[in-house]
């Protein structure tokens, strides 16, 4: 059971912004919000993480809600390359048992037209 | 720097034929997950190593699967029987140790298997 939403797919246009939102209502205290992102034909590639504060990195923002039940990823610019499933997943140690392994859901299809 | 690299690419094999998949993991990394993703669907995962000791095989869906990591750092999953169910990606990750469970792993490009 991933406990995230994501809309099954998104569109977004060659070098505008996109916002791919993910719900997380059960979300507990200690667990982080992690994004993962899968071009086709490639394994899962990590794109940022976060608990409570907004991040910034060089791939991407991730926008966090006050309440933390939901969370956006997102894209300043998108580019043809950025066509990938985008994977919303929560970690910690309400996660993925003593170790823990990603629980992935069904992911966002993003397409991006030029 | 090299990442996580997974051989072969790409297998078919008869239905009944066994199977071995090998994972390469990033230098220095303790962690090992093995996962599954059939056509469509997010990878499901299958078994965690810590260095050389399998210390969870929950996900393994039958005993035809088998999984090693003798070394600590190469890993091989190795598929008896196969059946055309098995057909899948199966995708390798390592990261480093990781206490608060949240460090990011690090995916290979899977070994696409495909059962006739």
């Known amino acids: 059971d991933a406990k995230t939403t994501q809309p099954n797919s998104m569109e977004s246009n060659e070098e505008e912004p996109v916002h791919l939102p993910c719900n997380h209502s059960?979300?507990?205290?200690?667990?982080?919000i992690h994004w993962y992102r899968q071009l086709p034909s490639q394994g899962p590639e990590y794109v940022i993480h976060?608990?409570?504060s907004n991040v910034n990195n060089r791939m991407a923002s991730l926008a966090i809600a006050e309440d933390r039940k939901s969370s956006t990823l997102i894209l300043h610019r998108a580019t043809l390359r950025d066509a990938a499933v985008y994977y919303c997943?929560?970690?910690?140690?309400?996660?993925?048992?003593?170790?823990?392994?990603?629980?992935f859901g069904k992911g966002t299809k993003l397409s991006v037209k030029p | 720097g090299a990442g996580v690299s997974q051989s072969p690419r790409y297998k078919v094999a008869k239905r009944g034929q066994d199977v071995a998949l090998r994972c390469d993991p990033i230098?220095?990394?303790?962690?090992l997950f093995w996962y599954q993703q059939a056509l469509g669907q997010g990878p499901e995962f299958l078994t965690y190593f810590q260095n050389e000791a399998q210390l969870d095989k929950s996900g393994l869906p039958s005993d035809r699967f088998f999984a090693e990591r003798p070394e600590g750092s190469v890993s091989t999953l190795k598929i008896q029987r196969t059946q055309q169910e098995d057909s899948a990606v199966y995708l390798c990750a390592s990261s480093k140790k990781d206490r608060d469970l949240i460090a990011p792993q690090h995916f290979g490009d899977g070994t696409r298997l495909s059962i006739l």
């Open positions: 059960t979300i507990s205290g200690t667990d982080y």
């Open positions: 976060g608990l409570t």
């Open positions: 230098s220095g990394h303790v962690s």
């Open positions: 997943i929560l970690r910690g140690s309400n996660y993925g048992g003593s170790q823990g392994n990603l629980i």
